[in-house]
């Protein structure tokens, strides 16, 4: 059976579901259960976790404000067995436990020549939008992606955030597990049963034959919405891709839409230097180049730290108009020879 949930909502129901499901999963971070005399009710600071320490009161674990710590812990238990959901809350807090995602999560099953693994999920929130100042609203995925032995997951749809999640707690690597803000109360439709959504699968978002968009998480709206209105008016007909994981990351059904379209424009809420979205480029630069018939076009933030102003901050992502604009321009240059 479906049912619209929140995107919140839905990365809950696989936390449950895969809680039910194997005893080896636990949950640990801040705030877990909801902190000192509420008794589970609150259940995170958005809720994603209310009412399971009351059902699983011994695997949802509170902890102090020392990621390095608990970070730590998780991949000791994680090589003995378990399976821990780690809550970062902010991706920008992953800086205080780096060495140990970096040199132990990454590394100890390479090192060890496969005779152990680390099976666990570290969540955390990311992106601008919330007013929440330039420490609390980065997009740092990029960063994880470029350390070999993570897994990078970054859903953008309801279905996909529990999908994505439950294949995430089942993998036997450690998966960085990034969440937008503001995609938290968006709704969609989500089936109750537990399923895997594979990791390393693109998605696409929307069909189209004239120009390939690419696009993470918010931003993926944002490019749904700008084909949308490229095709109500008759402009242009954009295929929307969302890869959803960008470590593994689904090359060939990016390639493969660039070879039928010619044209690519990738979105991105990172920043450009280094970041995913000249990866993108780059990948089709050296596997699609002559189905090219403009350059890519690529739309990232300023090279500055998030505004915490309001009319800044507003203006910092890309949007909606300024991808219309960049699938247009690329309509209107003559093709290359």
């Not at 970062?88 to 780096?98: A, E, H, P």
């Not at 490019?223 to 949308?228: H, I, M, R, V, W």
């Not at 660039?258 to 970041?275: H, W, Y």
């Not at 949007?319 to 309509?331: D, E, F, P, Y």
Request: glycine share 8%; with cysteine; proline share 8%.
């Amino acid at each position: 059976m479906t049912r619209t949930l929140s995107y919140l909502e839905a990365i809950g129901e696989a936390l449950s579901q895969e809680l039910e499901r194997d005893p080896a999963v636990f949950l640990l971070g801040e705030d877990n259960v909801g902190g000192t005399g509420c008794d589970g009710k609150l259940g995170n600071a958005w809720g994603p976790t209310k009412g399971l320490h009351e059902r699983f009161p011994d695997r949802i674990l509170d902890t102090p404000i020392t990621e390095a710590a608990f970070v730590g812990a998780a991949v000791g238990a994680a090589a003995t067995g378990m399976r821990p959901v780690v809550d970062l809350l902010f991706i920008d807090f992953m800086g205080v436990c780096f060495d140990q995602l970096l040199n132990q999560a990454a590394k100890l099953r390479y090192m060890v020549g496969g005779k152990a693994s680390v099976p666990m999920v570290v969540r955390a929130m990311w992106g601008a939008g919330m007013r929440r100042g330039a420490q609390h609203s980065q997009a740092l995925y990029p960063m994880l992606a470029h350390v070999p032995g993570l897994k990078v997951v970054v859903p953008a749809f309801p279905d996909d955030a529990k999908g994505l999640m439950t294949a995430a707690i089942r993998d036997d690597d450690p998966v960085m597990f990034f969440e937008h803000k503001m995609l938290y109360f968006s709704r969609g439709p989500v089936p109750e049963e537990p399923y895997e959504v594979p990791l390393g699968t693109a998605r696409i978002v929307r069909p189209g034959s004239d120009c390939t968009i690419v696009a993470v998480g918010r931003m993926v709206h944002e490019a749904l919405a700008a084909a949308e209105d490229l095709s109500a008016a008759g402009q242009s007909d954009c295929e929307v891709i969302d890869p959803r994981t960008i470590s593994p990351l689904d090359t060939e059904t990016i390639c493969d839409s660039v070879r039928r379209t010619g044209r690519l424009v990738v979105v991105d809420e990172a920043n450009r230097r280094c970041g995913f979205a000249a990866d993108i480029a780059s990948v089709v630069a050296e596997s699609a180049f002559e189905h090219l018939r403009q350059p890519v076009r690529i739309l990232t933030p300023p090279h500055v730290p998030t505004p915490f102003s309001p009319g800044l901050e507003d203006a910092y992502a890309p949007t909606r108009h300024q991808i219309t604009a960049a699938v247009l321009s690329g309509l209107r240059q003559p093709a290359s020879a």
